[in-house]
């Protein structure tokens, strides 16, 4: 069965410094998105991206961060000066839009840890 | 803002028995809702959606209600496993490709 797969699935930062996570979506699915999840808080959405651009994006995701699809394959979030704030778990996600809706298939998610 | 949120943060209940989890949402213009499910380390799974125009979906052994009235939800799910101990999140979209998530119930499922 398909699946959304991350690397790292941890990373050790320092504040200040530059992190990018990588993803690699499903092979057929033309929606991706980034969520975090603070340690014991809810699902929170970031980006979504279709048609190399973004389509919707919240209010967390502001000038630090950046999405990219580089190739075919991947699709990358990039944090340029990381803050405590920042720690938390990034699940990447990907869908292919059906009549139904959108069905998201998320990945095991990178624990980013920032000292 | 607008928020979805869950009435219960956690729930036991006897396997074999049908668990119901419930979430409350605020924005009246949302027009979808997925049900998820995270099991530990685990990214969410989905499990089941529902457009606004309907009431009720069924799936395998889930059943999404949708109560537009008062703006609830709920997913029944019958004959609880083992299996099923795991951390459920309701979502609506709230517009274009944003997700609003509810902070979750912990289901557990006692032997």
């Known amino acids: 069965e398909p699946e959304v797969t991350q690397t790292p699935s941890h990373q050790v930062t320092q504040m200040g410094q530059e992190v990018i996570l990588r993803c690699v979506p499903i092979?057929?699915?033309?929606?991706f998105y980034w969520y975090r999840q603070i340690l014991g808080q809810k699902v929170e959405f970031l980006v979504s991206?279709?048609?190399?651009?973004?389509?919707?994006k919240s209010e967390i995701f502001d000038d630090q961060f950046s999405v990219e699809r580089p190739d075919g394959s991947n699709f990358t979030l990039k944090i340029r000066s990381t803050k405590l704030e920042d720690s938390a778990m990034y699940f990447c996600?990907?869908?292919?839009?059906?009549?139904?809706?959108?069905?998201?298939?998320f990945g095991p998610g990178t624990r980013l840890t920032v000292t | 803002g607008e928020s979805v949120g869950l009435h219960l943060p956690t729930l036991s209940v006897q396997e074999g028995d049908n668990s119901i989890i419930n979430c409350a949402y605020s924005?009246?213009?949302?027009?979808?809702f997925i049900w998820y499910k995270q099991e530990s380390g685990k990214g969410p799974q989905f499990i089941i959606d529902i457009r606004s125009n309907m009431d009720k979906r069924q799936g395998q052994r889930v059943t999404v209600l949708l109560n537009k009235t008062v703006k609830h939800l709920s997913l029944q799910i019958a004959a609880t496993q083992p299996g099923d101990s795991a951390v459920y999140f309701c979502a609506e979209k709230n517009y274009g490709q944003n997700f609003v998530f509810g902070p979750g119930t912990r289901l557990s499922v006692l032997p």
């Open positions: 092979s057929n699915h033309l929606y």
């Open positions: 991206f279709y048609n190399n651009e973004i389509s919707e």
């Open positions: 924005n009246s213009a949302s027009d979808y």
């Open positions: 996600a990907s869908s292919a839009l059906s009549a139904g809706g959108y069905e998201q298939y």
